[in-house]
């Protein structure tokens, strides 16, 4: 397994801030869920759940920054 290059950069790809964004829902969801039961219906977490790992998907599929060398 190789690291990309400059992994140090790495916050710049979009595929690391969809990731951040998906923890920071999860750790809402930890939180968060037992005040915003009512108000909300697990479905609305599943839905925000799906979208965002879908996102990260096409996130990895974006090429971000030029090819590395051979």
Do not use: C
């Amino acid at each position: 397994m190789r690291l990309i290059t400059d992994w140090r950069h790495s916050y710049k790809l979009y595929s690391l801030q969809i990731t951040l964004v998906i923890v920071l829902v999860a750790f809402a969801q930890l939180e968060l869920l037992p005040l915003w039961q009512p108000q909300l219906s697990p479905n609305a977490y599943a839905t925000l759940n799906s979208a965002l790992a879908v996102l990260l998907f096409v996130a990895r599929l974006i090429k971000q920054g030029p090819d590395p060398e051979r």
